[in-house]
């Protein structure tokens, strides 16, 4: 089992790598904004432990066990943030240090089992997970966002059984809507189809949209 | 067609529909703008060229798959085909949104009337209509109409007559729905609506259900999309296009927006709170000076002569009984509950209402409500009965029953008349006041614990904003008189019952066994001389009447002179928190059932005496 530290470091190798370019200590710091002095005796554990080799002097490389570690790791933090941006609406930047918290914590299992939902129920970000497949999503943030005066696009609802309503009145993706009034606490009435609609802030945080079509 | 003509009008909310059930029959049916105020059926008949033809008047809907209690009812009736002729209500300022309810009602297969209300704000937003184009396009008549000034309404009949067609327009679904439609309603030999409904939402656990529901699994992987997603997006671009192919828009004139006043926290809340504050003044000062009129020609003209015929035996105190419930009835339902109603009336015509739902909602999201909650609130304060009746607007049972309570505790104008007539005028206005301040703590505690511990799930206020428009003196006080005749309805009984009987129990001597059975729990736990408890007993009669009947039985109207200031200050708090009255007890079993109207009047109870005694503990 390795420390949160450890499995940090090793997935920025594999990030360093996939990017061509030699995984030295400074570069790997650098990725993690850390300083040298903290990372080296992680690094000298992870060596002692045959998931890296290498020295501190020149660059290092994974062993077969070690790219597997960090291959693990980092198909949790895509899973994570995926969900979290793709299913939970957060920004992708927000989900994406999110999941560097969630990624050590969290098990082989549950990963598995958020994949599959993603899987079968994930908006075009269902394979590879890659941080950037989910970019399309970035552009889409909560209509509460928004300021007052902006007209805007349905991405899409969540939990769209409980909102039946709001697909009724013509909430549908693609669809154009104005922001007529937005409160301080978030309450908002949107003019869709040429109506307005008052909305709780709770609802108005469930409608996701972008600026444009 | 043999017998009557049976016809429905149907549409979204507040698109006029009652308001042409109103034309058609000359019927007094309630109409507002304020969605959503149609749940019980409204049903007359018109004599129209010497035939006879029914209306129903179907609450307003913006769907006909949702699970409300509108939706089924609505779809319900469809479904068992109980009306010959359906009259589908459009507002044409809104023609886009319109059409999505009608593409589905098309669906049923039933012979539909077309009514595009509201052409001349369409005319005025510069929105132009081709009704022929359109005709041809749905395959049932089209009508345009302006219900607000009743123009164009034999149309609608002479086209109900005139057997209009099913219509024969028909969304394109995506094939995948089409295929599981087709397929459903093959393998079940059930309609095309069914199947859809089907898909959508299954009404009951069958085995249609369950084909259904892994169609619709199928579907919704494939397209990652819910089966209602794809259907309502197929219906709305289908709408789009129609509307767009028939209508003709030139660029409307600028007008000035009022909703730039009335929906921002500033003016917008001040203006809410002005707006309420007034009509509390209004309704009390009208309220009072005419209860007093009323009162005094009672006294004057009936119950004078009345005891000047000294009939003899039980018939002194069962005629006096009846007279004094009528007095008390009439005195409180004209001033106060008319006047109330005028006002509220004005109030959800113009449309304010609903920007007042808007502000109120986060206040409101304290108590486990949405904005709406704000309706009955602001209707406590005038009458609970009103305001009870008030509360089915809510959209959730859960909200209903906060409501209720809450509504039940609220000083109403009866009460005030307690406080005013007994703590301002024998204490002093700071101990008036004080009164109020221990009320609206007690109701915002109890808000407060309700909205944690009872039951239901809480969803998001989802309310279309009606356009504000000038409300029509005429409709005003009709739909006032409408609800006024409701409260009688269901006070004046109860009262003349409960009045007779009480007469009755005095006049075997029962009321007076009572006080003395009572005296030494009320002195010990309230402080209050035992005459003072059988008053509290008359207030659930009507909350003032407490007040009158201590004067009565103290002997004196100086109160100040029988009682301790601390005792008329506990009297009156135990007064205006102790049970509702009967009228009210009696709607909340209407509204909310049995069971909830007991706990709310133990609870008040309860909360009465609790206070009181705590009250006595600390202030001797």
């Known amino acids: ?213 | 067609m043999s017998g009557r003509l049976s016809c429905a009008l149907i549409g979204n909310p507040s698109v006029g529909k009652s308001l042409i059930f109103n034309h058609l029959t000359g019927l007094g049916v309630e109409v507002s703008n304020y969605p959503g105020t149609t749940v019980d059926l409204m049903r007359g008949n018109v004599c129209y060229e010497r035939e006879m033809i029914e209306l129903v008047d179907l609450p307003g809907i913006y769907s006909l798959e949702g699970e409300s209690e509108e939706e089924t009812l609505v779809r319900g009736i469809l479904k068992r085909k109980e009306a010959d002729i359906l009259i589908a209500v459009l507002d044409t300022t809104h023609l886009e949104r319109n059409l999505y309810l009608l593409l589905q009602i098309a669906e049923y297969k039933i012979p539909t009337v077309v009514v595009l209300n509201m052409v001349d704000e369409a005319a005025k937003f510069g929105i132009e209509i081709d009704y022929t184009l359109l005709t041809n396009l749905i395959g049932s008549p089209v009508i345009p109409t302006i219900a607000s000034e009743g123009k164009n309404m034999e149309a609608i009949l002479n086209a109900a007559r005139g057997n209009p067609g099913i219509p024969f327009i028909s969304v394109p679904y995506d094939h995948h729905v089409e295929a599981a439609v087709r397929s459903l309603s093959k393998v079940y030999s059930i309609e095309r609506s069914a199947a859809l409904q089907a898909l959508v939402r299954p009404e009951e656990m069958d085995d249609l259900a369950e084909s259904a529901q892994g169609l619709a699994t199928e579907i919704e992987q494939r397209h990652n999309m819910t089966a209602h997603q794809i259907i309502a997006t197929n219906r709305h671009n289908y709408a789009r296009s129609l509307g767009e192919q028939v209508t003709k828009r030139r660029t409307p004139p600028p007008r000035f927006d009022l909703d730039t006043l009335l929906t921002r926290t500033f003016p917008g809340i001040p203006i809410l709170i002005a707006v309420i504050i007034s009509i509390l003044l209004l309704v009390f000062t009208a309220g009072a000076f005419f209860e007093e009129i009323i009162v005094d020609l009672f006294n004057t003209f009936a119950i004078e002569p009345f005891l000047a015929l000294n009939l003899p035996g039980i018939a002194a105190p069962i005629g006096g009984s009846i007279l004094i419930a009528l007095q008390a009835g009439l005195g409180i339902a004209f001033p106060y509950v008319f006047i109330f109603y005028l006002v509220i009336s004005i109030i959800e015509d113009s449309g304010y209402l609903t920007r007042a739902a808007f502000l109120a909602d986060r206040s409101m999201h304290r108590f486990g409500m949405h904005g709406q909650g704000i309706i009955p609130m602001v209707l406590g304060f005038g009458c609970s009965v009103p305001a009870l009746m008030s509360v089915r607007l809510l959209a959730t049972r859960r909200e209903r029953i906060i409501a209720a309570v809450l509504v039940t505790m609220i000083p109403c104008s009866a009460r005030t008349v307690v406080i005013s007539g007994i703590v301002a005028s024998f204490i002093g206005l700071a101990a008036a006041f004080s009164v109020y301040g221990i009320v609206f703590l007690l109701v915002l505690v109890t808000g407060i614990v309700l909205s944690r511990i009872t039951p239901g799930q809480q969803f998001g206020m989802i309310l279309e904003m009606s356009a504000l428009r000038m409300p029509q003196p005429k409709m005003v006080v009709k739909k006032a008189w409408m609800r006024l005749s409701e409260f009688l309805f269901i006070a004046m009984p109860l009262l003349l019952v409960s009045s007779v009987f009480l007469g009755i129990f005095e006049y075997f001597g029962l009321v007076s066994a009572f006080q003395d059975l009572i005296t030494p729990y009320s002195e010990a736990v309230l402080g209050l001389p035992g005459f003072a408890a059988t008053a509290l007993l008359f207030g659930i009669l009507r909350k003032e009447m407490a007040f009158e009947t201590l004067a009565v039985l103290a002997g004196t109207a100086d109160l100040g002179s029988v009682m301790t200031s601390v005792q008329l200050y506990i009297f009156a708090v135990v007064c205006v928190l102790f049970i509702p009255c009967i009228s009210t007890i009696a709607v909340l079993i209407k509204e909310i059932g049995r069971k909830w109207a007991i706990l709310i009047s133990l609870y008040t109870v309860l909360l009465g005496i609790v206070v009181g005694a705590l009250l006595k503990i600390g202030m001797t």
């Open chain 1, 1 to 213: 089992m390795q420390t949160s530290l450890e499995e940090d470091i090793l997935e920025s190798i594999l990030v360093i790598r996939q990017g061509g370019v030699a995984a030295t200590v400074e570069k790997i710091a650098s990725h993690l904004s850390v300083a040298e002095d903290t990372i080296i005796p992680a690094l000298e554990k992870c060596k002692g432990r045959a998931l890296l080799t290498g020295d501190v002097a020149s660059e290092w490389h994974f062993t077969p066990e070690g790219k597997r570690t960090a291959e693990k790791v980092a198909r949790k933090h895509a899973v994570l943030s995926c969900f979290l941006s793709e299913k939970l609406g957060l920004e992708a930047e927000a989900a994406s240090r999110e999941a560097c918290i969630l990624e050590h914590g969290v098990s082989e299992e549950t990963i598995e089992a958020l994949d599959s939902y993603l899987q079968t129920t994930g908006r075009g970000c269902s394979r590879g997970h890659g941080r950037r497949n989910c970019d399309h999503l970035s552009a889409s943030s909560p209509l509460v966002t928004f300021p007052e005066g902006a007209t805007v696009f349905v991405t899409f609802i969540r939990c769209p059984g409980r909102h039946r309503r709001l697909i009724d009145l013509g909430i549908i993706e693609g669809e154009p809507i104005t922001i007529r009034r937005k409160l301080h606490n978030d309450a908002v009435v949107i003019t869709v189809k040429g109506c307005d609609i008052a909305l709780s802030p709770e609802v108005a945080s469930e409608i996701h949209v972008r600026r444009q079509e």
